[in-house]
Nanobody, 128 residues
Framework: VQLQASGGGLVQPGGSLRLSCAAS???????????MSWFRQAPGKEREFVAA????????YHSNSVRGRFTISRDNAVNMVYLQMNSLKPEDTPVYYC???????????????????WGQGTQVTVSS
């Protein structure tokens, strides 16, 4: 599967952004077979889990640092996953990556090594 993230940009603290990730799935597979996630990474730091959504869009998971502010969602009809980010803070600034894998188990959903497919990243900058 190929992933293309978009929607990053410059926003003031307290503002909102919506990230999108478009997935191209190989023949014979279906987008709804994949667990989709968002991670972020600041320069010199480990890649950090942000949110994940299982095949069924009703099963979502958010890190403690973003819970209540960010919401992950997916539209299986158009092979898209979204990250709605509200009440943004300067520490939300890093590059955001979308990730996918069909074999992620629940206990490993927040571990970047669980995912074999990654998008190119989109930069989010929260600054006044």
């Amino acid at each position: 599967v190929q992933l293309q993230a978009s929607g990053g940009g410059l926003v003031q603290p307290g503002g909102s952004l919506r990230l999108s990730c478009a997935a191209s799935v190989e023949s014979g597979r279906s987008f709804n077979q994949y667990t989709m996630s968002w991670f972020r990474q600041a320069p010199g730091k480990e890649r950090e889990f942000v949110a994940a959504i299982r095949r069924s869009a009703s099963n979502t998971y958010h890190s403690n640092s973003v819970r209540g502010r960010f919401t992950i969602s997916r539209d299986n009809a158009v092979n898209m996953v979204y990250l709605q980010m509200n009440s943004l803070k300067p520490e939300d600034t890093p590059v955001y990556y979308c990730a996918a894998d069909a074999q992620v188990i629940l206990s490993s959903i927040a571990i970047s090594q669980s995912y074999n497919y990654w998008g190119q990243g989109t930069q989010v900058t929260v600054s006044s």
